[in-house]
């Protein structure tokens, strides 16, 4: 009998092994990584609210320092893995989007505006005049489409997003105990389902080039697939990159891939 158990368990075993073998790295969401070192961060008094950031790496003359910012429910430590790698060579910022994370949030309405000023802001009283976002202004990285409609209206439906939304809440129990998840929540869907509601005028103001780069994964699932190449060509001069085998979860399911291409935006 104790025989016939122990193979039961190991036919169960390899079996486990097998459909994870089979599963494609873009169908997948690896375990929330740590920032490098897990630090403590500050919170720093922006636009009335308490913005949560940490510094990480060093800086080096003659380099601009890299700002990340995550997207919708997350927080900064979905970039822990990205970061370990570009901060060899740079000094990088992390920052919790206001309500996000370890930020705190009052009644104003989410906007994009309001997030670009909160990181302006930010970047402004940590002496920062120029610094490379990933989703911002001066260098700078997109994975936004250009209004509500670019978004797949079939992604909140899916197995991965339904994981990470599970994920998300009970990371925003940990990070913020005294937060209100519900007004949260409300905030989030209210902007993403509202905005933004930009132009390819708008984007034709966009006067920076090869210095913008617009980047999406070959499987992304959350913005239309014809959303890059759209912007790519309203704004004049800017690249595009497609990081191949990931979905919306690159830096999750590949952070060595999505390191490497920050890197050769940040040499361009």
């Known amino acids: 009998m104790r025989s016939s158990i122990i193979y039961s368990s190991l036919i169960s075993c390899l079996a486990a092994v097998t459909a994870a073998q089979t599963t494609p790295v873009w169908e997948t969401l690896p375990p929330t990584p740590q920032l490098p070192g897990n630090p403590a961060g500050t919170l720093t008094e922006i636009n009335g609210v308490k913005i949560w950031h940490a510094e990480l790496g060093t ?8 700002l990340m910012l995550h997207g919708g429910f997350g927080n900064s430590d979905y970039y ?3 970061v370990k790698s570009l901060m060899a060579k740079h000094q990088v910022i992390v920052m919790d989007t206001r309500g996000h994370g370890r930020s705190t949030m009052d009644s104003t309405p989410f906007t994009y505006e309001l997030y670009a000023s909160d990181a302006s802001a930010l970047l402004e009283t940590l002496g920062i005049a120029k610094a490379a976002w990933h989703a911002g202004r001066a260098r700078l ?8 409609q670019s978004t797949n209206a079939t992604f909140s439906s899916s197995a991965t997003y339904a994981a990470f939304i599970g994920r998300a809440t ?4 940990a990070l913020q105990p005294n937060g209100d998840l519900k007004a949260f929540a409300a905030a989030v869907e209210t902007l993403e389902s509202t905005q933004p509601n930009w132009t390819e005028a ?4 966009i ?19 014809a959303e ?3 912007l790519n060509s309203w704004i004049v001069g800017s690249q595009r990159v497609t990081l191949t085998n990931v979905s919306h979860f690159a830096p999750l399911q590949d952070p060595d891939q999505f390191a490497a291409k920050v890197e050769e935006f940040l040499s361009a």
Do not use: C
């Not at 009970?170 to 129990?173: G, L, Q, S, T, V």
């Not at 006067?207 to 697939?225: C, F, M, P, R, S």
């Open 141 to 148: 990285r997109l994975r936004r489409g250009h209004n509500p």
């Open 207 to 225: 006067k920076l080039g090869a210095k913008v780069t617009i980047a999406d994964g070959q499987y992304e699932e959350a913005v239309v697939l």
């Open 170 to 173: 009970k990371e925003y129990a």
């Open 80 to 82: 822990g893995d990205v």
């Open 202 to 205: 708008d984007f034709a103001r």
């Open 59 to 66: 800086a080096v003359d003659g380099q601009v320092p890299v």
């Open 228 to 230: 890059p190449a759209l």
